[in-house]
């Protein structure tokens, strides 16, 4: 007989695989702004915003449900908060989605077709050859100042913080065809023009970029380096802040929440053409970890929860009787890894940022293969998750219009890592310990980011897997900035679990991963005047794979070229990939003009969300 915690649970997971609405196969987009789409896959529906000319003025219109002009949404972000409100100086998740409520792109993202459409911009149209995009603005959209949205926004925007390399690189980085940038010029106050070296199947998707206000960034730009760096710091006035977005920041309180207020300026107006947005605010509890999040949600001092597996089947049979509704997104469109320091060069002090006998058994691919087979996924799945996931072997996520589904899955086989381990020459003593060939005994550091509970839990569960190979593992969870500085700074890490957020529609956003010179290539990262030194094969290979794949205009084309780049990594073990969260999410009823998006999420319309009466 089946209990029925987990029937619960066992009815969610196969309805997750399910709700993945209408994803786009990316290809270089034709004169009607559309994309080639592919089979319907849900019943998922949004309103799509449309464009309304009133007084001289472009309005996107949205087409929902009236609602009423009051109230407050509360959420939460995990850790200490964020690092910046610069929206091009983000290093870390939750800086970006806080700027990100504060500056609009040119387009985004439809939330179930996955369609590019208008934010900033009126409308969009490409060139028959694919190299050129021209972008009409909206005319007499204003930033929260009152000075008029225009051509020389854009152009500062692209050619002085982007194109310059001020600030978080990753989107000029992505950019870069064969040793080119695109250019941008202005047409006129309204309309600007874009021309990619070559067609570029990436490029529609980068137009979701944050536009800058030109007359509040220029001192900044104009000094450049560490001024750039710490322009819109968390200690700037928030009264001070120009921006664009439906909501401007009212307070920052380090440590305890993040306040946003409605933008009496912003361009979007409902169908009586009243002014949105409905709430009068955004606010965002800053808590410790995921555990404090839920003792939150349930205090009702949170409004809307992304919930692990193991609070689903508790949650699900508490949803009849509450105030609350659960939302199932499907699975995660991030990933979740362990990986392992590959690097064996040295600092400019003439020491290796690695120990070299530790450096000798990353580099070793029957090491890493022997960890991936070490791994208890299915585990991990279960007893983590409770069952509300599935297990990831490769970088694409599972619901990926690109993920390459030739790449079986298998199970924990610690009889093939021992194998592989005593194919590189690796032994056991009579106490069970591992050593390496030349005597040393095989252990190492593994690191996460303290505070987010599941990553802590996998670390726990990888510790006692590995161990049982013999491994001596010391597990450190500590501060997320700290461990990102070892990551990406100073190279002195040897093992770690992270996770990485990704598109399902596009993996160029990826580039920055893959490329041996990528900022974030944190396996075997490289200083910038490093560039590609000691470069592996496979690293060159993936390279190319990546470039090429950019540059292929067909989805057929480019499939081919990350099926690939997938083959790669799937036999080489760079990454280890773990499992795939579903993400499901608890929402107050009391919140009108819903929309859920397995690509955007519960809340990404927040300008059209209401309180209902």
């Not at 392992?340 to 890493?368: I, S, T």
């Not at 690796?426 to 509970?453: H, I, M, P, S």
């Not at 890490?493 to 010179?517: A, F, H, Q, Y």
Request: proline content about 5%; some cysteine.
């Amino acid at each position: 007989m089946i209990r029925r915690g987990i029937w619960v649970i066992l009815t969610v997971l196969l309805a997750a695989f399910v709700v993945k609405g209408c994803l786009v196969k990316d290809v270089v987009p034709t004169n009607n702004n559309r994309t080639e789409i592919s089979q319907k896959t849900s019943d998922l529906t949004y309103p799509e915003p449309k464009n309304i000319t009133i007084d001289g003025v472009d309005y996107l219109q949205s087409q929902a449900a009236i609602g009423n002009f009051k109230g407050e949404l509360v959420t939460s972000t995990i850790g200490e908060g964020p690092k910046t409100f610069n929206p091009f100086n983000c290093k870390d998740n939750t800086s970006a989605i806080l700027s990100g409520i504060m500056f609009d792109g040119l387009l985004t993202t439809h939330p179930i077709t996955g369609q590019p459409i208008p934010k900033l911009a009126k409308s969009f149209s490409v060139s028959p050859d694919g190299k050129t995009y021209t972008i009409k603005l909206r005319k007499g959209i204003k930033w929260t100042d009152g000075k008029p949205i225009t051509s020389d926004d854009v152009v500062f925007t692209w050619n002085d913080i982007i194109f310059a390399g001020l600030g978080d690189t990753s989107t000029r980085d992505s950019l870069v065809i064969d040793g080119k940038l695109p250019t941008v010029k202005k047409i006129d106050d309204y309309t600007v023009e874009f021309t990619t070296p070559e067609p570029f199947a990436p490029f529609i998707r980068m137009l979701s970029t944050s536009i800058a206000p030109k007359h509040y960034f220029i001192n900044a730009v104009k000094k450049g380096g560490a001024d750039f760096d710490s322009f819109l710091s968390t200690t700037t006035n928030p009264k001070e802040i120009v921006s664009s977005g439906a909501f401007k920041l009212k307070e920052y309180v380090p440590a305890q929440r993040v306040v946003f207020e409605k933008n009496e300026n912003y361009y979007e107006i409902n169908t009586k053409n009243q002014k949105l947005p409905y709430l009068d605010k955004i606010i965002y509890l800053i808590v410790g970890d995921l555990n404090n999040e839920v003792l939150k949600f349930e205090a009702k001092e949170l409004d809307v929860i992304s919930l692990q597996g193991a609070k689903v089947a508790r949650y699900k049979s508490l949803e009849p009787h509450s105030d609350f509704k659960l939302y199932n997104l499907g699975p995660d469109t991030g990933t979740m890894y362990l990986s392992m320091n590959l690097n064996n060069r040295k600092n400019d002090k003439g020491k290796y940022y690695v120990n070299p006998v530790k450096q000798k058994w990353f580099q070793d691919v029957n090491f890493r293969r022997a960890v991936d087979y070490a791994i208890d996924r299915k585990n991990m799945v279960l007893n983590i998750a409770n069952g509300i996931g599935a297990p990831l072997f490769t970088p694409e996520s599972l619901n990926s219009i690109f993920l390459n589904k030739n790449l079986k899955p298998y199970d924990k086989d610690i009889k093939k890592s021992q194998e592989l381990l005593k194919k590189s020459g690796f032994y056991k003593d009579k106490k069970g310990r591992l050593f390496d060939n030349e005597g040393n005994r095989v252990e190492f550091d593994l690191y996460t980011n303290a505070g987010n509970t599941e990553r802590e839990a996998i670390g726990v569960m990888v510790k006692q897997d590995l161990e049982d190979l013999g491994m001596k593992v010391n597990f450190k969870p500590v501060e997320f900035n700290s461990l990102v500085n070892k990551l990406v700074s100073t190279f002195d890490w040897d093992m770690v679990i992270m996770g990485l957020t990704g598109s399902p529609l596009e993996p160029n956003g990826g580039k920055n991963v893959w490329l041996s010179d990528g900022r974030l290539h944190m396996f075997n990262q490289r200083t910038p005047q490093e560039g590609k030194a000691k470069i592996l094969p496979w690293e060159k290979e993936l390279d190319y794979l990546y470039t090429q794949g950019a540059l292929a205009t067909k989805f057929a084309d480019r499939k081919k070229f990350y099926d690939k780049y997938q083959e790669i990594v799937y036999r080489e073990k760079p990454f280890v990939y773990i499992y795939s969260p579903v993400r499901i999410v608890a929402l107050r009823n009391k919140f009108k003009n819903i929309y859920p998006s397995s690509l955007n999420g519960i809340i990404y319309n927040i300008e059209e969300i209401f309180i209902g009466d």
